[in-house]
């Protein structure tokens, strides 16, 4: 009942109409985020802080917290349909949303990316509603070996991404790893491969590379065709820009599926929306009795995906709320949000600012409302860009990459980084190498190795620390599972079609 009294208190703050206006403009801003590839809800956050200094601070961080979600809702949009990612968890979509906006049915996908986004943020809203305490005693148990053992079940992904040839998913992932590896080395505090350029002492950026391998590559290719005469084919609408009643058939369980995985990760500090989408991928890829058809459109690889990255954002704020541990860098930047205002999160921030804690997460619920009724009328306007000459879009796609790859840093290095990574997306996509797994150990490869030194170096070098919990066994479990069944599945269904041969 204490619970109920606390939401229904929660709702009164959200409704005011001062707050009800800091909401929409934070979805509304976070949306424009989202579709800037290489800003990112972070730096919107970052930027905003000085802005709201002085206001009501429930205000504020109702506006920050729309601009976290909002910019999950609007990565898709260009990742959808012009395989331009604009944040860093929607990379997974652009693989069939893309696929599908080439196939006339840019519309389908941004609709269930919507829709997606909207049922499974909402779930994710409503779990933190419910399990933002007891889950936060989960979190904890989480050490570095638990990570270590969380990140290898993950790339053991690579397996399903794989496309036709496995030795060449491998080199893709070990190029991915190696790239991961450049920057100052945490332990000893020495630059690693960074070749003494001082801007790639900070590593690469993940969006840097993602902006390459999609968005700038996809520009050379369609150069090319163009050099060998070949016209970009302006690509036309199929049927409605709605969902047919079979594709909201097939999109129904993934959606389920991704909301639960994303929340789970969300909670997870550090974890983060990209690892969400991509085992959400990864798992319905798995789960597909057509698995062939993923990357090549299946509306299952769009709507899991993205339920997964938006019930994250909720996830996320469990550690934020109840531990004061940012899992993220929006998060993080929230964080400093909450200092600069007085305010410590923690277990106390439940019980000394319940309007503050309760008003936030109540907003949310509004926010998501306000968003699906801001995006879905704007299908049919934005699956028009798809009507715009090959000459003239993939020029306005490399203005937009160019201009979100330097707004991160504003670094002109960063430039040549993204240049050299659309020229590698390019030289793989004409020999067929598949670009999913070094996504994948670009974004594991870093916290995987800092996860193992410290596993190791608490346990002295003692290996046995990795099955030393109840957790890591159950993930290393999982990790020989998952690596064992892209074997033993097609050996199953060869015994079990000879059986019923033999029966017939």
Do not use: C
């Amino acid at each position: 009942m204490d619970t109920l009294t606390h939401i229904l208190n929660g709702f009164a703050v959200a409704l005011q109409p001062v707050n009800l206006w800091y909401t929409f403009l934070g979805v509304f801003l976070g949306t424009i985020i989202g579709v800037l590839p290489g800003i990112g809800p972070s730096a919107g956050i970052a930027l905003l802080i000085p802005v709201t200094y002085g206001m009501n601070p429930t205000s504020a961080l109702i506006m920050m917290a729309g601009i976290f979600y909002g910019a999950r809702y609007g990565g898709s949009t260009t990742a959808i349909l012009i395989n331009t990612p604009g944040e860093a968890s929607s990379v997974m979509t652009s693989l069939d949303g893309y696929q599908m906006a080439k196939k006339g049915r840019g519309g389908a996908a941004l609709a269930i990316s919507a829709l997606a986004s909207f049922i499974a943020g909402t779930f994710g809203i409503v779990g933190l509603t419910l399990f933002a305490v007891p889950l936060t005693s989960m979190a904890l148990r989480f050490g570095p070996a638990e990570y270590f053992t969380l990140m290898l079940f993950a790339m053991t992904a690579v397996s399903s991404l794989a496309g036709k040839s496995p030795a060449k998913a491998m080199i893709s992932t070990i190029l991915g790893l190696m790239i991961a590896t450049i920057g100052i080395d945490l332990q000893s505090g020495q630059p690693r491969y960074t070749m003494g350029i001082p801007e790639l002492q900070d590593g690469v950026g993940f969006i840097i590379a993602v902006v390459g391998l999609f968005a700038i590559a996809e520009v050379f290719f369609s150069m090319e065709e163009m050099t060998k005469g070949i016209r970009p084919e302006i690509i036309k609408l199929k049927g409605s820009v709605w969902l047919t009643k079979e594709e909201w058939r097939r999109s129904v369980t993934p959606i389920m599926r991704g909301g639960v995985i994303g929340f789970i990760i969300g909670v997870l500090p550090g974890a983060g929306g990209t690892i969400a989408a991509i085992l959400s991928y990864v798992w319905e890829k798995r789960m597909s009795r057509h698995p062939e058809q993923f990357g090549t459109g299946a509306i299952e690889g769009v709507a899991g995906p993205e339920a997964a990255n938006n019930s994250d954002t909720a996830g996320a704020l469990v550690p934020l709320l109840t531990l004061g541990i940012p899992g993220g860098g929006a998060t993080a930047v929230m964080l400093g949000a909450f200092i600069m205002y007085g305010i410590q999160p923690g277990p106390l921030l439940f019980q000394n600012r319940p309007d503050l804690v309760w008003g936030l997460i109540d907003s949310m619920y509004i926010g998501n409302v306000m968003l699906l009724i801001l995006n879905i009328p704007l299908i049919g306007l934005f699956v028009r860009l798809l009507y715009i000459p090959g000459g003239i879009l993939m020029p306005l796609i490399l203005a937009i990459s160019t201009i979100g790859v330097y707004a991160i840093n504003g670094n002109p290095v960063e430039l040549y980084l993204g240049l050299l990574f659309g020229i590698l997306g390019y030289i793989f996509r004409k020999v067929d190498i598949p670009v999913a797994p070094m996504v994948l150990s670009l974004v594991l490869g870093g916290m995987m190795e800092q996860s193992f030194r410290q596993a190791m170096t608490i346990s002295g070098g003692n290996p046995g620390i990795f099955v030393g919990s109840v957790i890591s066994v159950s993930l290393v479990l999982l990790t020989a599972l998952s690596v064992l069944l892209p074997f033993l599945l097609p050996r199953l269904k060869a015994w079990r079609e000879g059986a019923a041969a033999e029966k017939g």
